[in-house]
């Protein structure tokens, strides 16, 4: 209720002219909205810009960036979207960089009896039904059927398999004991409290899930554009990521462009601290 | 739950029933009393937003508005940037709720007896004042079904929304939106809390359009 008369004031903005020059559209996976509304107002203070979130999945994002959407910033949940658009020449050179990390966990329904330490244990009799992202359309899913072939256990748990539309479809069927095991990712679970994670893929097999961010070359504001992304890639930043459970890239950008090759380097990609719940 | 955002969306479901309706009735009118040549092909055209999935009509409407697009590019020399703004949501739900109105007021206008438009003619009556006095209220039950349905499904819109409006916080996220962003980050709270304010003013809406649709008092005609 504070902003009572605000979208008389956006209709207002809105007769009189586009956006102003202080404000940047930051295009951002859905599954940030609670870390980039925390960091927003922070943004304003140490920037002086505005960062607007626009929380999509992020093949939407991709394809308003395409049809030329005033976008400034995008931030990728996966690397294969980023890797298209610089493929179509939209990023602005040098401006990609790491800014996120995730990790693929299995979480099963908080009261569950079953012992589950590790990938082998999804071969026992009491693991009836595993959720997952469908892998041909969710990436979550797809980096777990990849996983579970690198370790050779897909052959005898692919008639567990039961893929899902999406990673929050995995984790309702989870909470709700409809499925005795899900992949999803470690931020997911850490929001829904009747789940809680057994296991998170680990090792040279495990999916490395980059959220990579760049400047997208049309903007308007590309001084502005630069500010944000630095502060989202500054110590500033970082903690605030970090607490909705993402893990960082090893070394910070700070300020430095630095331009990443696609998944040649891995960044440790398990969460700090299996989180007790 | 802020309520800017249920206030922000009542406003532009409203202001894109508003701008539609006299092109809706207009062409439902059309359809129900005219015949010219191209009339199956614009009932068909009409009907696309109901048949297409919504994101698709919403991508249409991204090329459309977007910088190189057709009409984006006209608007563009005027300075006037719809992508992403809040003209952007009243185009989605404009387009989405368009068709819902002009086929329940088209059959609105096929309902009413044109023995009393004949026989208002024969005393004399031009034809706006034919439409405006024995037409428009004889259909009435017809166009406000039509105006609530298009404002329903305006209030809903989502698909199309998304594409072409984005969902940016305080200057784009209708009710829908926020449903959707507070499901993907886990506030099942506050999306059920915004699911209980939308049915309420469906409902509201429908109700509201049941009671103004009564049959008028007086001598049935």
Not at chain 2, 42 to 60: D, I, K, N, Q, S
């Amino acid at each position: 209720m504070k902003f009572k008369f605000l979208p008389v004031l956006v209709l207002l903005a809105g007769w009189v002219g586009p956006a102003r020059a202080d404000a940047v559209i930051v295009s951002a996976a859905a599954s940030l909205k609670d870390a980039l509304t925390e960091l927003a107002p922070l943004c304003l203070k140490q920037t002086g810009v505005n960062l607007l979130p626009n929380l999509a999945a992020s093949g939407v994002l991709a394809a308003q960036i395409k049809s030329g959407a005033p976008v400034d910033i995008f931030i990728s949940a996966d690397d294969e979207t980023m890797n298209g658009l610089e493929k179509s020449g939209l990023l602005l050179a040098g401006s990609r960089a790491k800014l996120l990390g995730n990790a693929l966990v299995f979480v099963v329904p908080v009261d569950s009896k079953l012992k589950i330490a590790g990938p082998d244990d999804l071969r026992q009799d009491g693991v009836k039904h595993v959720g997952i992202g469908d892998p041909k359309t969710v990436p979550a899913g797809h980096y777990t059927s990849d996983y579970l072939t690198k370790l050779k256990i897909l052959p005898d748990v692919q008639g567990k398999l039961v893929p899902l539309d999406n990673v929050r479809t995995v984790l309702s069927q989870v909470a709700a004991g409809n499925v005795e095991v899900g992949a999803v990712y470690h931020t997911d679970a850490l929001v829904e409290k009747k789940v809680r994670e057994v296991f998170a893929a680990i090792g040279p097999d495990a999916p490395v899930i980059n959220y990579p961010i760049a400047v997208i070359k049309g903007t308007k504001a590309p001084a502005a554009a630069a500010k944000v992304r630095e502060f989202l890639l500054s110590d500033g930043a970082r903690p605030v990521f970090a607490r909705y459970g993402f893990t960082l890239p090893d070394k910070p950008a700070a300020g430095k462009p630095a331009p990443e090759a696609g998944n040649a380097t891995a960044p440790s990609n398990a969460p700090a601290a299996a989180p007790a719940k | 739950m802020s309520w800017n955002v249920v206030f922000f969306t009542v406003v532009m479901a409203a202001l894109a029933v508003a701008i539609t309706l006299p092109v809706a009735l207009y062409l439902a009118w059309l359809l129900a009393r005219k015949r010219w040549p191209g009339k199956t092909l614009v009932e068909a055209l009409v009907a696309v937003p109901l048949v297409l999935p919504p994101v698709a009509t919403g991508f249409a409407l991204l090329l459309l508005f977007g910088p190189n697009g057709w009409f984006g590019s006209v608007l563009e020399r005027f300075g006037i940037e719809v992508i992403f703004s809040w003209k952007a949501v009243v185009v989605a739900m404009a387009v989405m709720s368009f068709p819902l109105m002009v086929r329940t007021a088209r059959v609105g206008f096929e309902s009413v007896d044109l023995n009393l438009e004949d026989a208002a003619r024969s005393f004399g009556a031009k034809p706006w004042k034919v439409f405006w006095q024995i037409t428009l209220p004889l259909a009435r039950r017809g166009v406000l079904g039509g105006v609530i349905l298009g404002f329903a499904r305006a209030l809903g819109e989502f698909g199309a929304t998304i594409m072409v409006a984005g969902n940016i916080p305080g200057r784009t996220t209708t009710i829908s939106l926020a449903i959707y962003s507070d499901v993907f980050s886990g506030d099942n709270a506050a999306a059920l809390k915004l699911m209980a304010v939308s049915l309420l003013l469906a409902l509201g809406a429908l109700a509201l359009g049941e009671r103004l649709a009564r049959p008028l008092p007086g001598p049935t005609v």
